[in-house]
């Protein structure tokens, strides 16, 4: 059974300061990763995904993540934040051995304090 | 211009009640989800479907049932709505199977009562 921890349930920061949201795991085989948004009341939008290549993969609104085959992780990070950055954020696996469906974590809350 | 609509953005229903919840898309998609969103649970994928007139069981089918009657189209029904099945409803599509870019509806809060 595939499964995605994302171990921090609530996020707070400050405008202008560095977030990083962290995604791990634990299934093996090719796997496909990617991050999605939701802001309240609102649908999920996708960030941005990792299949192959370089590690780190850029998303939307300077939205950053990285893959950690050792660590099985695929963490989120953006530099500087900004209110509107203020939603939760989820993690996806995807794997060819777990019949292709999509896993989602459970989310992190982030709030952007002024 | 939203491309996954639902409808109703929300509904109160009474147990064992019939609910039906709306999903239309403009994506020319072939793949079609409902997930349902509890707090501590995520996502969890209820039916999908690739093609019209067919429906699959995800993960946690039980107590509900799909319709694809085209393929801008795919329902989900609560034959006997019960108060655990009281959770936010997330319809998505997408264009090919292990697709990792879904696209969502906005959502149908779901009350039962």
């Known amino acids: 059974t595939q499964t995605v921890s994302q171990s921090d349930a609530h996020v707070t920061v400050f405008e202008g300061d560095s977030v990083e949201l962290r995604c791990n795991y634990s299934?093996?085989?090719?796997?496909?990763l990617s991050w999605y948004i939701q802001h309240h009341g609102h649908g999920l939008q996708f960030l941005l995904k990792?299949?192959?290549?370089?590690?780190v993969v850029q998303g939307v609104n300077g939205f950053e993540a990285e893959f950690s085959k050792s660590d099985s992780s695929f963490h989120l990070r953006k530099a500087s934040v900004h209110w509107s950055d203020s939603a939760v954020y989820f993690c996806?696996?995807?794997?060819?051995?777990?019949?292709?469906?999509?896993?989602f974590g459970i989310g992190t809350r982030v709030l952007v304090r002024p | 211009e939203a491309a996954v609509t639902q409808s109703p953005r929300s509904k109160v229903a009474v147990t064992g009640g019939k609910v039906t919840l709306s999903c239309h898309q403009t994506?020319?998609?072939?793949?079609m989800y409902w997930y349902r969103q509890d707090t501590g649970h995520g996502l969890r994928l209820i039916h999908y479907?690739?093609?019209?007139?067919?429906?699959e069981k995800g993960d946690i089918p039980d107590g509900y049932k799909a319709s694809r009657p085209s393929q801008e189209n795919f329902s989900l029904i609560l034959e006997l709505a019960s108060l655990s099945q009281t959770a936010v409803y997330f319809c998505?599509?997408?264009?090919?199977?292990?697709?990792?870019?879904?696209?969502f509806g906005a959502g149908t809060r779901l009350s039962v009562l």
């Open positions: 998505a599509s997408s264009d090919r199977q292990g697709a990792n870019t879904l696209y």
């Open positions: 299934y093996g085989g090719s796997i496909y």
């Open positions: 990792y299949y192959s290549g370089n590690p």
């Open positions: 996806a696996v995807r794997a060819n051995s777990a019949g292709n469906k999509l896993t």
């Open positions: 994506n020319n998609h072939d793949y």
């Open positions: 479907s690739y093609v019209a007139d067919s429906t």
